[in-house]
């Protein structure tokens, strides 16, 4: 799939949707992403029925749609969600989002085929501890990059990892806002997972290409030793702060 083609597909829906408010085109022709959420945890129930707010179409990949808990988190996200298996989920969706555990991405992202053309939105961390038991950054390089080897046909760019579940419900909760880091090769696809981000409520930046997501992962290292390995517990939200002119 060439660039161009690329490119059109990611921001021809947009540009309806402007159209569509604008009052120059039918409703008939205005679309927006189908997302597909691959996973039913903490970070898909948050995430899942939020897109589907936004008017996203959202099916869930899972290993076993039947569960209960499955079909609890499709009843409450609605607006035509549904569940199916990984692969399928995936087939016709424009959006990835891997909501699983952060040390299987690998094997997942290679059992879900081919991904080319669609943005993968990666919100995982690779954690894992050490014999003090006290967790560490697992992966050589990052997950995203990980993702990214397992499927270079995408854009993977990485997101949501330095919130809590709870956040991405409610980015209001924290009192002011909160910027989402984002790093990624393809700079069309941040741009789309940037718009994502901020119809939740969240602002965001960019930290440049997708080599720099170790650095972003190890914001959360920090976070979760604090929290659960003893220390002093903290909370942290990142701001943008107003550009220097001098």
Not at 7 to 32: N, V
Request: proline residues 5%; without cysteine.
């Amino acid at each position: 799939m060439d660039q161009v083609t690329i490119y059109l597909r990611r921001f021809l829906p947009r540009i309806a949707i402007f159209l569509l408010a604008s009052g120059l085109l039918g409703a008939s022709l205005a679309t927006a992403e189908t997302i597909a959420v691959i996973g039913t945890g903490d970070v898909a129930r948050a995430l899942g029925p939020e897109f589907a707010e936004l008017g996203h179409s959202i099916v869930y990949g899972s290993r076993d749609a039947t569960q209960q808990k499955v079909v609890d988190l499709v009843t409450k996200t609605g607006h035509g969600a549904y569940a199916t298996t990984p692969v399928k989920a995936v087939d016709g969706a424009d959006i990835v989002v891997l909501a699983v555990p952060g040390m299987l991405v690998k094997t997942i992202t290679e059992g879900l085929g081919d991904l080319s053309g669609k943005i993968i939105i990666d919100p995982t961390n690779p954690l894992g501890k050490d014999e003090n038991g006290f967790f560490i950054h697992r992966a050589a390089t990052s997950n995203a990059e990980i993702i990214q080897a397992a499927a270079p046909g995408a854009f993977v760019v990485k997101a949501f990892s330095t919130v809590g579940w709870r956040t991405m419900i409610d980015p209001d909760s924290t009192g002011g806002p909160i910027t989402i880091p984002l790093v990624g090769d393809n700079e069309a696809a941040k741009v789309t997972v940037a718009e994502l981000a901020s119809d939740l409520g969240f602002e965001t930046i960019d930290l440049g290409p997708l080599r720099h997501a170790a650095y972003v992962e190890g914001m959360l290292i920090l976070w979760i030793n604090n929290r659960y390995a003893g220390g002093q517990p903290f909370e942290y939200y990142l701001r943008k702060t107003p550009r220097n002119e001098s």
